[in-house]
């Protein structure tokens, strides 16, 4: 079979091609045209989707593979009759081949001036379906990648011409330019002047300008890297929509202006840290009262509900009954799926009754011999504190 004739190469604004089956696979559907528009998925960047119109019908492009230079179109359904040599008309669909072209061609950018800066390798491409994934081969700061986002996007306003072509040996040869791995055959070349030379084999605009802007949303390290996010054009200008409304939302919540929502956000910050620790007084007065408390009655087990404490707190209660009373020592309280508790003992092991309890309520939790913390879910701290009252005894030997 002829290989396929990548019109996506010569013609990426092209939305609709006539073009004529070369072969056809039932069993998959699939078939393979003469020529096509249709990019086959590849060097990070997903495959098209459209339609495919034939004589006897049309079907949606659910998928598109190149396999030794032939494009097959992996297809919902295969109209009756549809068979080589048949007449085919491709569409696309434009708004995402035009959104993987703009995030394809802002990748190239950045990525050719964080090498020209700071010698960044690109070691890792993905389109994805919210942002572009770009793992580089060293770690940058935010001052490297606040200069580097500011120069791709003054190559983007430049508004210059791309170049695209297959160098002749010699040329490619004598050429510099980025590449993943080594190279053999011919090499289509993306030259964006000012800011990259790059072997690929993806779709572009045509000038920088249509890329609208470049945006690195997110970088962390990976793998004695970074890993970034970025967008670019339509999806940085929905990430600041995005951004805008979430701004609204907060500067709703703290009834303050836009400018002014990270006042407010300190703000609310510090009386909440002043809240919190006027909270954790409290507790300790509360839990010393329960301990004194307690200690009137030492031979009892002191089991006491109290809503509202978090993992920290029933910690901290059950350790300091611990310190008033010899026996079984228990905190309870209320959680969204059922209750935490959290056992003691100052002269006993506490496991083997935590065990029994999980069994008994299909709970989770585990600790040391003097402490065991954990949660049972589908049950009341009412139904915990039943169970420890009777099983009390059933502490093991002294620790």
Known sequence: MSKTVKLYETAPFARTAESVVAAVDPAAPRVALAATVFYPEGGGQGA???????????????????????????LDALPAGVCAGSPARCQIDWARRFDHMQQHTGEHILSGTLHRLFGAENVGFHIGGEAVRMDTSIPLSDGQLRLAEQQANEAVWADRPLRIWYPEPAELAALAYRSKKALTGPVRIVEIPGADVCACCGTHVERTGQVGMVKILTAERYKGGMRLAVVCGGRA????????????????????????????????????????????????QLFDALAAQAATSPEQPAVYIVPGLDPDGLHRLALRLAQAVPGLCAALTETEKGAGYCLASASADVRGLTRALNAAFGGRGGGKPGCCQGSCAGVSPGQLAEYLHAHAGDLNAPK
């Not at 098209?48 to 396999?67: I, K, M, N, T, Y």
């Not at 995005?242 to 300190?266: N, Y």
């Open 237 to 284: 200008l929905a990430a600041f929509e995005g951004m805008r409304a979430r701004q609204a939302d907060i500067g709703a919540l703290l009834s303050a202006q836009a400018d002014k929502t990270a006042e407010a956000v300190h703000r609310v910050y510090d009386e909440y840290a002043a809240l919190k620790f006027a909270h954790y007084g409290l507790c300790g």
């Open 48 to 74: 098209d989707r459209g339609v495919l119109h034939f004589g006897a019908g049309s079907a949606a492009v659910l998928d598109v593979h190149e396999q030794d230079g032939v494009v097959w179109h992996t």
